[in-house]
Structures are given as structure tokens and as C-alpha cells.
């Protein structure tokens, strides 16, 4: 069984920096793209920033140019450097794969989400 596990969420002030990692493990044959997702109390769940298989790179206009999306050499991870963090970032981060488990279709996988607060 696939699961993807966050970490590296919490309480910073604003400006500050997190990163935050996700770990997909389980019988995973391949992964198309990896995610981070966020979600706001009384929002809805928006895409802050993915990765292809190729490398390649989106952000939502709210981040780009203080969060980075990686993947570093060690199979099946990602993270998101967050730098100059603002109050509006505050949410839960949800991590989120594309991917094929074997003898499973390709699906959508999703970790449990880690807090992330910035206070003024």
C-alpha cells in the first residue's frame, strides 16, 4: 500500500523559512509528478507548486519566487523550501503524487498534511 508522509511543518514568524519534505513509500513502479497542495480554513485546497518526472516546474502566482519545489537524488521525495514566509501562507500543506503502484492504475495519492503557521 502506497502512503505519502509529511514533515517538517510548523510555527514561524513572518519572513522566516520552513521546508517541508514528503516521503512516498510502498509498491510504487513509477511517479509522474509530485505536488504540494494547501488548504486555508474556509478555502479551498489549491495548488502551490509541482514537479514532473522531467523536472520540470509550476507555482501559483502567490509563491513563486520565495517557495522551490525539488527533488533531491533519493527516490521518491520532495520537498518545498518555503523562504519569506507571509501570514497568508498559513494552512495545512497536503503532499500529492501521480502515480502507478503495482497492479494499480495510475491515481492520485495524498499524505495526511502538516501546519504550517506564520504569525505577524
Known amino acids: 500500500q502506497v502512503q505519502l508522509v509529511e514533515s517538517g511543518g510548523g510555527l514561524v514568524q513572518s519572513g522566516g523559512s520552513l521546508r517541508l519534505s514528503c516521503v512516498a513509500s510502498?509498491?510504487?513502479?513509477?511517479?509522474?509528478?509530485m505536488s504540494w497542495y494547501r488548504q486555508a480554513p474556509g478555502k479551498q485546497r489549491e495548488l502551490v507548486a509541482k514537479?514532473?518526472?522531467?523536472?520540470?516546474?509550476n507555482y501559483a502566482d502567490s509563491v513563486k519566487g520565495r517557495f522551490t519545489i525539488s527533488t533531491p537524488n533519493a527516490k521518491n521525495t520532495v520537498y518545498l523550501q518555503m523562504n519569506s514566509l507571509k501570514p497568508e501562507d498559513t494552512a495545512v500543506y497536503y503532499c500529492?503524487?501521480?502515480?502507478?503502484?503495482?497492479?494499480?492504475?495510475?491515481?492520485?495519492?495524498w499524505g495526511q498534511g502538516t501546519q504550517v503557521t506564520v504569525s505577524s
Open positions: 510502498g509498491s510504487i513502479f513509477s511517479i509522474n509528478t
Open positions: 514537479i514532473t518526472n522531467s523536472g520540470s516546474t
Open positions: 500529492n503524487a501521480d502515480l502507478l503502484e503495482f497492479g494499480v492504475s495510475w491515481r492520485d495519492y
